[in-house]
């Protein structure tokens, strides 16, 4: 079965610097990946996504993944925080063939400083 | 762009009563879920269904049933309500395609309270 760990629970930036969010998985199949953000009492929106194209993966407010299958790591990344990323993060695998349910980390929270 | 739409945002319900979410999306998505959301557990998945009046059990489906009469719309109901079953309540559909899978897409979510 696959499984996802965040490493981090909560992740604290000052606002412009780097944010980097680290993923870890698990699966006996090529597995789809995926970056979701959730900001307070909303519902997930999907950041980004990997499905064995290419290793770097862009996604939307200039959040970017790589897929690393020898570290199996999914770790997000972005160069300049801003006040609005403000949320919680969650890295998400898929599973084997044919499976279509996701398998969910913990989240990660990431809070802005000014 | 996808819309998952749920019937109430917050809800608070006594304990035994029976409960009824009820989610709607609007893209003929095959694949519909339901999950619960609480802190530091991240989401787990309670029931999912792949077709009209198809379901089967994800991984905590003690308490829940879910009834799918109409490809948009899938409904969780707690049969019994219990205050452990004090939660935020997420809904999502995909994209069925053989071997690929898709990303789900998230309806804003229930805040249920049971007292």
């Known amino acids: 079965a696959q499984s996802v760990t965040q490493l981090d629970s909560h992740v604290s930036v000052s606002e412009g610097t780097p944010v980097l969010l680290r993923c870890n998985y698990s699966s006996s199949y090529s597995p789809s990946l995926f970056w979701y953000v959730q900001h307070p009492n909303k519902g997930l929106q999907l950041l980004l996504k990997y499905t064995s194209a290419a290793t770097l993966v862009k996604g939307i407010n200039g959040f970017e993944a790589e897929f690393k299958k020898s570290e199996t790591s999914f770790h997000l990344t972005k160069p300049s925080a801003h006040m609005s990323d403000a949320a919680e993060y969650f890295c998400v695998v898929s599973g084997t063939v044919n499976d279509y349910k996701l398998s969910f980390g913990a989240g990660t929270t990431v809070t802005v400083r000014a | 762009d996808v819309k998952v739409t749920q019937s109430s945002r917050y809800l608070v319900k006594r304990t035994g009563e029976k409960v009824f979410l009820e989610c709607v999306q609007d893209m003929d998505h095959e694949n519909m879920f339901w999950y619960r959301q609480d802190p530091g557990l991240g989401l787990r998945l309670i029931y999912f269904?792949?077709?009209?009046?198809?379901?089967e059990k994800g991984d905590i489906p003690e308490g829940y049933s879910v009834s799918r009469e109409k490809k948009e719309r899938f409904s969780l109901i707690l049969e019994s309500a219990s205050t452990n079953q004090t939660s935020m309540y997420l809904c999502a559909s995909s994209r069925f395609a053989g071997t690929v899978t898709y990303e789900q897409y998230f309806g804003p979510g229930t805040r249920l309270t049971v007292t």
């Open positions: 269904s792949y077709d009209v009046k198809m379901k």
